[in-house]
């Protein structure tokens, strides 16, 4: 079993900054094997890919962040954020944490709020 817990979540103006962290834990659990990820869901909408990068330390975005945001990965902490710049309105979301090796193990999320 995985445990993924989101913190970093808030209300931000557009244009502003937040940045997502996630930490990883389990039992049985090497956290360098596993791919990592985010993904959210505003309301209405079915939950969508945000990010993700592998275990070798490929990333993959979302085209509607690319450029914005930014995914990254720490081994040894076991944990992994999602650094996101320029927010607009429709990032307006619950941000979920993602971990899959054979399963796939989902966080609480974490809600992101881009309003003025």
């Known amino acids: 079993q995985v445990q993924l817990v989101e913190s970093g979540g808030g209300l931000v103006q557009p244009g502003g900054s937040l940045r997502l962290s996630c930490a990883a834990s389990?039992?049985?659990?090497?956290?360098?094997?596993?791919?990592m990820g985010w993904y959210r869901q505003a309301p209405g909408k079915q939950r969508e890919l945000v990010a993700i990068?592998?275990?070798?330390?490929?990333?993959n975005y979302a085209d509607s962040v690319l450029g914005r945001f930014t995914i990254s990965r720490d081994n040894a902490k076991k944990m992994v954020s999602l650094q996101m710049n320029s927010l607009k309105p429709e990032d307006t979301a619950v941000y979920y944490c993602?971990?899959?090796?054979?399963?796939?193990?989902w966080g609480q999320g974490t809600q992101v709020t881009v309003s003025s």
């Open positions: 993602y971990a899959r090796r054979i399963d796939a193990y």
């Open positions: 389990g039992t049985i659990f090497t956290f360098s094997l596993y791919t």
């Open positions: 990068i592998i275990s070798g330390g490929t990333t």
